[in-house]
């Protein structure tokens, strides 16, 4: 049975999401969504026939040709205009994933009856989504203001029969799959194609991507480094819920205390240690994955509002018989918040590398580089280098986006978010992570051999028995690439 999805004014969630993505939902569009969307076209349509005034976009040039003047009979020729010369866009294709969300979210933002799109363009989207036809999209062109421009662009370029799509694999010119459908390209009314490209969805698209893989890799940084502390035999004391209180962080409380649990019962963690105090890599786990934790939350909520919201210019309210021009289209809620995300992520992999970097020390009564007979063998030693590259390109990724800021369309956009190029960059940060952190799990599943016949928590136990089902011991010198994308995967696929 094919589960459906109703497009409504019901709030979408990241659970949500995930939920309707992973289950392959087909959407339709509510009752009320569908009065709304008519309701308002049809109040657009009454308000140019009867009133010579000028609007933004819907009978007016854009961005510094604002003050043009457009006749009726080339209204709809603007719009298809509007859509052809912002499809600029260049550099690598946006992941097909990310474009889905896309659609999804663009038919979420019309549905709320201030667009003024005709019903027969939200129906064209749902059906791409449902069909799985995901325009190309190109990762560069937009500076995050006016919205994203030349991305939607992209999108909305195969409802007029342009561009290409991907449909079942492979790639197609729209006008030759369109008719595969018996579908005529649209004609654009007025304010369409405005509604269309203004508007944050590839941003937000990123972002809620983004959010739904940094919830995995969140979890996978605490569990992981449950491996860590034991392998380098590190105390519990750091993770007392008594610290925590006295620092009532929500994040920190909520580390220590996922930390305590995964490893309650572990031989290890209750002999007597000959240490007073661990590096700051291991007894600081709560306050440093906590405080990311904590961010990852402000940016969840910032994103949530964004989804759920009307994000293109100018918005039509029917029932107070107003068009307002404004800027709801610019990015800078989600501009601040990639950054902060990419920063908080970064953190997850500075971290972790650290550990790594521990490990693999010779401390602690563990050989040096994790390997017998050190010399003949490298063992662990070089995918701490590889953990480190990616942390320092972190770094250089984390240089936020949205204090930047070019001038464009002759000074009339003269401050935009930049929050498109922090939605890409943020992008390399979570899959830098990912493999920062499968690195730790290699070494720390490596070192815990070492302290073997004492055995780790059940938790912990369980976890390094399924691994080692994927990634076998390392007893000599072997080609350790195929280890870390073995040990990805088996992050892929791993439930705990």
Same mark, same amino acid.
């Given at each position: 049975?094919?589960?459906?999805?109703?497009?409504?004014?019901?709030?979408?969630?990241?659970?949500?999401?995930?939920?309707?993505?992973?289950?392959?939902?087909?959407?339709?569009?509510?009752?009320?969504?569908?009065?709304?969307?008519?309701?308002?076209?049809?109040?657009?349509?009454?308000?140019?026939?009867?009133?010579?005034?000028?609007?933004?976009?819907?009978?007016?040039?854009?961005?510094?040709?604002?003050?043009?003047?457009? !006749? $009726?009979?080339?209204?709809? *020729? /603007?719009?298809?205009?509007?859509?052809? +010369? &912002?499809?600029?866009?260049?550099?690598?294709? #946006?992941?097909?994933?990310?474009?889905?969300?896309?659609?999804?979210?663009?038919?979420?933002?019309?549905?709320?009856?201030?667009?003024?799109?005709?019903?027969?363009?939200?129906?064209?989207?749902?059906?791409?989504?449902?069909?799985?036809?995901?325009?190309?999209?190109?990762?560069?062109?937009?500076?995050?203001?006016?919205?994203?421009?030349?991305?939607?662009?992209?999108?909305?370029?195969?409802?007029?029969?342009?561009?290409?799509?991907?449909?079942?694999?492979?790639?197609?010119?729209?006008?030759?799959?369109?008719?595969?459908?018996?579908?005529?390209?649209?004609?654009?009314?007025?304010?369409?194609?405005?509604?269309?490209?203004?508007?944050?969805?590839?941003? !937000? $698209?990123?972002?809620?991507? *983004? /959010?739904?893989?940094?919830?995995?890799? +969140? &979890?996978?940084?605490?569990?992981?480094?449950? #491996?860590?502390?034991?392998?380098?035999?590190?105390?519990?004391?750091?993770?007392?819920?008594?610290?925590?209180?006295?620092?009532?962080?929500?994040?920190?409380?909520?580390?220590?205390?996922?930390?305590?649990?995964?490893?309650?019962?572990?031989?290890?963690?209750?002999?007597?240690?000959?240490?007073?105090?661990?590096?700051?890599?291991?007894?600081?786990?709560?306050?440093?994955?906590?405080?990311?934790?904590?961010?990852?939350?402000?940016?969840?909520?910032?994103?949530?509002?964004?989804?759920?919201?009307?994000?293109?210019?100018?918005?039509?309210?029917?029932?107070?018989?107003?068009?307002?021009?404004?800027?709801?289209?610019?990015?800078?809620?989600?501009?601040? !918040?990639?950054?902060?995300?990419?920063?908080?992520?970064?953190?997850?992999?500075?971290?972790?590398?650290?550990?790594?970097?521990?490990?693999?020390?010779?401390?602690?009564?563990?050989?040096?580089?994790?390997?017998?007979?050190?010399?003949?063998?490298?063992?662990?030693?070089?995918?701490?280098?590889?953990?480190?590259?990616?942390?320092?390109?972190?770094?250089?990724?984390?240089?936020?986006?949205?204090?930047?800021?070019?001038?464009?369309?002759?000074?009339?956009?003269?401050?935009?978010?930049?929050?498109?190029?922090?939605?890409?960059?943020?992008?390399?940060?979570?899959?830098?992570?990912?493999?920062?952190?499968?690195?730790?799990?290699?070494?720390?599943?490596?070192?815990?051999?070492?302290?073997?016949?004492?055995?780790?928590?059940?938790?912990?136990?369980?976890?390094?028995?399924?691994?080692?089902?994927?990634?076998?011991?390392?007893?000599?010198?072997?080609?350790?690439?195929?280890?870390?994308?073995?040990?990805?995967?088996?992050?892929?696929?791993?439930?705990?």
């Amino acid at each position: 049975m094919v589960s459906t999805h109703l497009i409504s004014s019901d709030k979408l969630t990241l659970e949500k999401i995930q939920e309707i993505i992973s289950g392959d939902y087909k959407l339709q569009l509510s009752d009320e969504s569908r009065d709304k969307i008519i309701a308002c076209r049809n109040y657009l349509d009454n308000k140019l026939k009867s009133n010579d005034e000028l609007f933004y976009g819907i009978n007016t040039g854009f961005g510094s040709l604002c003050n043009v003047k457009i !006749s $009726a009979d080339q209204i709809e *020729l /603007l719009q298809e205009n509007l859509v052809k +010369s &912002h499809a600029c866009g260049v550099g690598a294709e #946006v992941p097909q994933e990310i474009v889905k969300l896309m659609l999804l979210l663009k038919i979420q933002s019309l549905s709320y009856g201030n667009s003024g799109v005709d019903l027969t363009t939200v129906w064209r989207l749902i059906d791409f989504f449902n069909l799985g036809i995901y325009p190309v999209v190109y990762e560069q062109g937009s500076l995050g203001a006016s919205g994203d421009l030349a991305p939607l662009a992209h999108l909305s370029l195969p409802l007029l029969g342009l561009g290409e799509v991907y449909y079942e694999g492979k790639k197609f010119s729209s006008s030759e799959l369109l008719p595969h459908f018996k579908w005529q390209p649209l004609k654009l009314k007025s304010k369409e194609g405005l509604a269309l490209l203004n508007g944050t969805q590839f941003m !937000s $698209a990123y972002a809620v991507h *983004l /959010l739904l893989q940094t919830k995995r890799l +969140s &979890h996978w940084a605490d569990l992981i480094s449950c #491996v860590s502390i034991d392998a380098f035999d590190s105390k519990l004391e750091p993770f007392n819920s008594l610290l925590h209180i006295a620092r009532p962080h929500n994040g920190q409380i909520q580390t220590a205390k996922n930390i305590l649990s995964w490893l309650s019962g572990s031989e290890i963690a209750s002999q007597k240690k000959e240490q007073v105090q661990d590096p700051y890599s291991f007894r600081c786990i709560p306050q440093v994955h906590g405080a990311s934790k904590d961010a990852i939350a402000h940016v969840e909520s910032v994103v949530t509002t964004e989804i759920n919201s009307v994000t293109d210019n100018p918005n039509i309210f029917p029932e107070e018989d107003m068009i307002l021009s404004g800027g709801n289209f610019h990015g800078q809620p989600l501009a601040l !918040s990639l950054d902060f995300l990419a920063i908080a992520l970064s953190e997850f992999g500075s971290i972790s590398e650290r550990r790594t970097y521990q490990l693999i020390s010779g401390l602690r009564n563990l050989p040096a580089f994790l390997v017998s007979n050190p010399g003949l063998n490298s063992g662990m030693m070089i995918p701490q280098y590889t953990a480190a590259s990616l942390v320092s390109q972190n770094k250089q990724l984390c240089t936020p986006s949205s204090v930047d800021s070019i001038v464009s369309s002759n000074g009339q956009e003269d401050h935009v978010s930049m929050g498109a190029n922090g939605a890409t960059k943020c992008y390399r940060v979570v899959n830098n992570l990912e493999n920062i952190l499968a690195i730790e799990l290699l070494n720390a599943a490596q070192a815990l051999e070492f302290r073997k016949p004492k055995k780790s928590s059940n938790k912990i136990e369980l976890l390094i028995a399924e691994y080692r089902k994927t990634v076998s011991f390392n007893t000599s010198d072997r080609v350790l690439h195929d280890d870390i994308v073995k040990t990805v995967e088996f992050m892929n696929l791993y439930h705990d």
